[in-house]
């Protein structure tokens, strides 16, 4: 369906509070915004065909670190927060899905629902895990960005709503302002069932390693064409705290890992959902 044609399809549907007017203006802002947002999948789209050329074995995303060292993620952030027993969980920026295949192989039941802005990305995907994509063990999901209830929207036409076990999203969320991110922190909230489990890397420049990315990407932004992929948004460890914290998340674990774990950048978050009713009072800031 095109955009314009669903974005009509819902006029009907929305708040039956907001006057037509009302409605129309929503869908003209969000034809317009959509389009800012929709170059941030362009980006990544082009930022694919680039690195066909590149990557090892042909795989756009390979090209970042190494298997021990996505090895390494997997253990610290998934194994250690009961991934094995997951059914239901949804990753945001799967990529190629180095994280998405690590998951199904340790819960055999599990199904990951992969939301991603690139649909580069997303056929990528389905051309190196077509039979789990086949199987439904994959749902690949092309995000739009152009409404902060998309997640939501998906998650509920899912029958998702406090049923999964987790959310999680690495080296992904360190490219998304915490202006966006905020809706898919406030939709994991609505969405993960009690104890479930918020799982995410993100980029702090206090620390040494995030410090130095920030230093040397500098001149880069001002020369967009040098760029070899999105510019880095960052937080720190007080944010991410106050955020989850207010959002019902107990925060086990917001660091930085040791240095000999050749993975020291980023912030290594892990939330877990202790107080779900506390999320229930912001979904209204994500429907339009
Ligand atoms: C650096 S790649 C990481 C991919 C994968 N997680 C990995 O570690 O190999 C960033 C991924 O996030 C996706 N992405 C970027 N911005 C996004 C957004 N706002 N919402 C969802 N996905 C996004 C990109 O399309 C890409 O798949």
Known sequence: MS???????????????????????????RLFHGRRQRAV?????RYV?????????????????????WDYRFAELFQLYGVDAWRQAVEIGQGSGKYTERVLQASPRVVVHCLDVSREFLSLLRRKHGALCEAGRIQPVLLHGDRADEMLRYCDAQGLRRRLDAVFSIDAM???????????????????????????????????????????????????????????????????RHVLGALGFAVVRCDAPAPESSTPRDLFVVGRLDDPARADGFERYLAS
């Open 49 to 69: 065909q680039n690195a066909l050329g590149y990557a090892p074995d042909g795989v756009p995303g390979d090209e970042w670190g190494a298997a021990r060292l």
């Open 41 to 45: 999948g362009d980006t990544w789209d």
């Open 3 to 29: 955009k314009l044609s669903r974005l009509l399809s819902e006029l009907g549907a929305g708040d039956s509070t907001l006057s037509t007017r009302r409605r129309a203006q929503i869908i003209l802002q």
């Open 174 to 240: 360190v490219h998304v302002d915490l202006q966006f991110l905020i809706a898919y922190l406030v939709t994991a909230s609505l969405c993960l069932r009690r104890g479930g489990h918020l799982i995410l890397t993100l980029a702090d420049p206090t620390t040494a390693r995030g410090f130095e990315k920030l230093l040397r990407d500098m001149r880069a932004m001002y020369l967009p064409g040098t760029r070899k992929a999105p510019q880095f948004q960052w937080v720190s460890g007080d944010i991410v």
